[in-house]
């Protein structure tokens, strides 16, 4: 068994009228390497005529961003030229490398009609050696992502990256990363072995699900020791939980704002080179 090393709660975090949790970084835990941001949007209902999602055209470089739309969507565009609305269930995956400019807005059709939202987004953090790679981006839609059942179908698991169960992952990853989302029904149960030298990235998005031995309430991210390598997870509510994992990369890291490199000098030119209109034009 993995032992647990520490259960941090999600901090509230609004933005503008945008509910929001945040557990990582917290006063209690600036990351688990290589996973080193987590926001957790909604969950809230927005009214017809709403702004939708306020993330306008921001910069980012040396990092990836997976998104997770659990209920709303979110427009994505950026200046590489991609552009997409996902809707629930599916997730985005963005590479942002050398640097780009993007924006995650609601579609036009969200803002007039409202409805419910719930969005998570996770950074994840690039090696030194490919800090510079180019940007990219995909977004796929619920039924385009692998899926299987475990436990009878009270498991039902999204296979985004890496492979599980001989199921292999809808995107491929920028270096060697394995990560589900999980849907449990009440009393739905799973197990998985994960070489101990790997970290865990686990965050449970909705419920109540006992883990290790341990009960874990939603908006908490569980840190485990690098030590066994077995976690056990029954749900004792319907519970959704993000599980992934990979190898630290034990490098420096300066993070500040949108950008994410090995040093402080790093992060200069990153802003340098932004406002010299390095990364990409936008257009409206």
């Known amino acids: 068994?993995?032992?647990?090393?520490?259960?941090?709660?999600?901090?509230?975090?609004?933005?503008?009228?945008?509910?929001?949790?945040?557990?990582?970084?917290?006063?209690?835990?600036?990351?688990?390497?290589?996973?080193?941001?987590?926001?957790?949007?909604?969950?809230?209902?927005?009214?017809?005529?709403?702004?939708?999602?306020?993330?306008?055209?921001?910069?980012?470089?040396?990092?990836?961003?997976?998104?997770?739309?659990?209920?709303?969507?979110?427009?994505?565009?950026?200046?590489?030229?991609?552009?997409?609305?996902?809707?629930?269930?599916?997730?985005?995956?963005?590479?942002?490398?050398?640097?780009?400019?993007?924006?995650?807005?609601?579609?036009?059709?969200?803002?007039?009609?409202?409805?419910?939202?719930?969005?998570?987004?996770l950074w994840l953090n690039l090696p030194a050696s490919k800090k510079m790679v180019e940007p990219n981006y995909v977004g796929l839609q619920k039924e385009d992502i692998p899926s299987f059942d475990l436990d009878g179908g009270k498991v039902k698991v999204q296979q985004l990256f890496g492979e599980w169960k001989g199921k292999k992952g809808a995107f491929e990853g920028s270096f060697p990363i394995t990560m589900s989302t999980l849907y449990l029904e009440k009393g739905g149960k799973f197990t998985k072995v994960i070489p101990s030298e790997e970290n865990i990235f686990f965050y449970l998005v909705r419920g109540v699900a006992k883990t290790n031995g341990t009960d874990v309430l939603f908006r908490h991210l569980v840190e485990f020791a690098n030590t066994g390598e077995t976690v056990e997870v029954e749900a004792l509510e319907d519970s959704i939980l993000i599980l992934g994992h990979a190898l630290p990369f034990n490098e420096p890291m300066v993070a500040q704002g949108p950008f994410v490199m090995n040093t402080q000098q790093e992060i200069q030119e990153a802003y340098r080179d932004y406002q010299a209109g390095k990364f990409g034009s936008w257009t409206q």
């Open 1 to 121: 068994m993995r032992p647990i090393k520490k259960i941090h709660k999600a901090e509230y975090r609004p933005i503008a009228d945008l509910v929001t949790y945040s557990p990582m970084p917290t006063r209690s835990l600036e990351q688990i390497d290589p996973f080193i941001f987590l926001n957790h949007h909604g969950f809230q209902t927005y009214p017809a005529k709403n702004q939708g999602l306020p993330f306008g055209p921001h910069p980012h470089r040396g990092m990836e961003t997976v998104t997770f739309i659990l209920e709303g969507d979110i427009m994505h565009k950026d200046s590489s030229g991609h552009e997409s609305v996902i809707g629930p269930g599916g997730v985005q995956y963005m590479t942002a490398g050398r640097g780009l400019i993007h924006a995650e807005v609601s579609s036009s059709d969200f803002k007039q009609k409202g409805g419910d939202l719930e969005i998570l987004q």
